[in-house]
Nanobody
Framework: QVQLVESGGGLVQAGGSLRLSCAAS???????????TGWYRQAPGKQRDLVAR???????NYADSVKGRFSISRDAAQNTLYLQMNSLKPEDTAVYFC??????????WGKGTLVTVSS
């Protein structure tokens, strides 16, 4: 099993920055099976949308709404995923979820961390 725990959320003014972290733990065999990691977010009354993703090979994808402002990175040695969020906008307000998936179709989710961006 894999457990994901997000941290780093909070309240920030528009234009500010936050860095989210996602710490993964669990059995080595499960951790080794992870090929895709990333971040989704869900605003009140909205669907959960992909924010950014990174593969174990370092290939990244970003939602158009965050390109140029957010940066995803991964510290494989520490089993930690990061999301650097710059130039935050009120529309970035959401619960951010850490995600991990395997090629076998097993998916893991954290419980989320709330990011609130005030205008």
């Amino acid at each position: 099993q894999v457990q994901l725990v997000e941290s780093g959320g909070g309240l920030v003014q528009a234009g500010g920055s936050l860095r989210l972290s996602c710490a993964a733990s669990g059995s080595i065999v499960y951790l080794a099976s992870i090929k895709f990691t990333g971040w989704y977010r869900q605003a009140p009354g909205k669907q959960r949308d992909l924010v950014a993703r990174i593969t174990t090979g370092g290939i990244t994808n970003y939602a158009d709404s965050v390109k140029g402002r957010f940066s995803i990175s991964r510290d494989a040695a520490q089993n930690t995923l990061y999301l650097q969020m710059n130039s935050l906008k009120p529309e970035d307000t959401a619960v951010y979820f850490c995600y991990a998936g395997t090629d076998a179709g097993v998916y893991y989710w954290g419980k989320g961390t709330l990011v609130t961006v005030s205008s």
